[in-house]
């Protein structure tokens, strides 16, 4: 049965890597569609890739304001700074598509979405696979982070986390990616959340979305 980490050197990684996990999976979701696109159900389709956009983002923000700026006092994360603006510059390209393209469906045009997610895919999936490595909790101990400051650090990704970002497209994106070893332990929150608001309140705005995600939404 999988379980939270005990180990506070432990816990960025164990977050991020399930976090970088539903971005990953969104992706070859969206991938394989756009081979043979749902076009009788357009606006939930790219409102499921306007979803999935947004929660990069989101993350990555987060990182920007929270993660990064505790870990660049004893470590350097130039590298994956970098790296956002590479994965941005494709975000920001690929949501002013799809804005489109909802406005108009008959402008959808699967073959450039495509382009545009085959373009990225070396720098966002090699982007993933390089952060949670660089964040190892044996990397954070050897820089020299105390326990204390990693769990500050995870404290405050959660804080800013959670007063970003659409709470009806960011949460239910990530519940609905989220495996179901995971559903009770990540990320944490109160049962009437994960068995309640988000199912019933917050995923419902948007429910059309969610067919195209891969795991229930409670």
């Known amino acids: 049965m999988a379980s939270v980490p005990t180990d506070p050197y432990e816990l960025l990684h164990w977050n991020m890597q399930l976090a970088h996990d539903t971005y990953e999976e969104g992706y070859m979701i969206i991938l394989g569609l756009l081979d043979n696109p749902p076009r009788k159900d357009l606006r939930n389709f790219l409102g499921?890739?306007?979803a999935w956009a947004l929660s990069i983002a989101h993350h990555h923000d987060t990182e920007e304001a929270t993660v990064f700026r505790a870990l660049n006092r004893k470590m350097d994360f130039s590298h994956e700074q970098e790296q956002h603006k590479d994965v941005h510059a494709f975000l920001?390209?690929?949501l002013v598509e799809v804005k489109a393209m909802q406005a108009d469906p008959s402008t959808f045009d699967?073959?450039?979405?495509t382009r545009l997610m085959l373009g990225s895919?070396?720098?966002?999936i090699k982007h993933f696979r390089e952060e949670v490595i660089h964040i190892e909790g044996w990397r954070l101990k050897r820089a020299g982070l105390t326990e204390a400051e990693c769990l500050k650090m995870i404290a405050e990704m959660e804080k800013h986390a959670k007063a970003h970002g659409d709470p009806f497209l960011v949460v239910p994106f990530m519940r609905s990616h989220t495996a179901p070893q995971y559903k009770n332990i990540w990320p944490p929150m109160p049962w009437i959340l994960r068995k309640v608001m988000i199912p019933?309140?917050?995923a419902k705005k948007h429910s059309g979305y969610w067919k195209y995600a891969p795991y229930a939404m409670a």
């Open 200 to 202: 019933h309140l917050l």
């Open 110 to 113: 699967p073959a450039k979405l």
């Open 48 to 50: 499921y890739c306007e």
């Open 92 to 94: 920001d390209n690929f």
């Open 121 to 124: 895919q070396d720098a966002l």
